[in-house]
């Protein structure tokens, strides 16, 4: 079969499952199979990074703004699109911030702008792309009390000169793999992240970074992957803030939320 991502098709590679004789997976095997994957673990770094792109890494050239254009971040509803990471290493050097953010759309005309600044501990100089990271990772604020970091591990990235001289950025493309094992060694949960410096690299590129990170032995299913919409205009310009009918007639929303606390409220404006 092909794999298919929110109406986007890949010829790149197949994917076919062995079922048993009367053509479909039992609930017992299907059982067993789901138990087998929940009790995977997660990937000696040493084994699935690439030594060759990572050489010489250099971790302020990293900073900055990265467009998430293939994910299948478990957290984040289906619903949200424009996926973009802001990437900064803190004063002390030690430590960084990481901001991600997106655009949700639970209902055709709401948008719900979401952002989520996260703590984290940068690589040591022989390993700089063996990162943690999290909410709680730095230590910092109230969400450090409530979770614990997760092993960050930056896999492979890209150094395309045509990119960086539209951008600005030395590295321009990054596929990022987060994990993270209970006290048994079993791995409960994981997130694959692939970057680029360009909100649109095309689906040529996209496809092609999905094939590395499966090469580089990383554990995940390609169909699962989604590809959020991204566009150099996030978020969508056609879209309003306010509830279809929410203005009266000859009024159109002027721009705010509904009920959101610490957004300024949505407002009808004359047409």
């Not at 990119?163 to 987060?178: H, L, M, P, R």
């Not at 690299?201 to 970074?209: A, C, E, R, T, V």
């Not at 169909?223 to 978020?235: G, L, R, V």
Request: hydrophobic content about 35%.
């Amino acid at each position: 079969m092909q794999i298919r991502h929110q109406g986007v098709t890949s010829p790149k590679w197949e994917i076919t499952a062995v079922a048993p004789k009367h053509g479909s997976l039992s609930f017992p095997m299907l059982f067993v199979a789901s138990v087998a994957a929940a009790l995977t673990k997660c990937p000696n770094y040493l084994d699935v990074y690439d030594k060759q792109a990572l050489q010489g890494f250099n971790q302020l050239s990293y900073q900055g703004e990265w467009y998430a254009i293939a994910h299948n971040e478990p957290t984040e509803p289906k619903f949200c699109e424009c996926d973009k990471t802001t990437w900064i290493i803190d004063p002390s050097g030690d430590t960084f911030t990481n901001t991600l953010s997106a655009h949700c759309y639970p209902f055709k005309k709401v948008n719900f702008p979401f952002g989520l600044p996260q703590g984290g501990q940068v690589g040591n100089a022989s390993l700089p792309g063996l990162r943690t990271e999290g909410a709680g990772a730095s230590g910092k604020g109230f969400l450090s009390l409530l979770a614990s970091p997760i092993p960050n591990m930056l896999l492979y990235v890209e150094q395309e000169p045509e990119i960086q001289q539209k951008t600005g950025y030395q590295y321009t493309a990054a596929i990022v793999f987060s994990c993270k094992e209970n006290h048994l060694f079993q791995k409960v949960f994981s997130s694959l992240q692939i970057y680029s410096r360009l909100p649109e690299p095309g689906q040529d590129k996209i496809q092609q970074l999905i094939k590395k990170a499966l090469d580089l032995g990383i554990d995940f299913d390609p169909t699962q992957i989604k590809i959020p919409k991204q566009s150099a205009d996030c978020p969508r310009k056609t879209s309003t803030t306010c509830p279809t009918d929410f203005c009266p007639e000859g009024q159109v929303c002027g721009g705010g939320m509904v009920n959101v606390p610490g957004v300024p409220p949505a407002k009808c404006v004359p047409k």
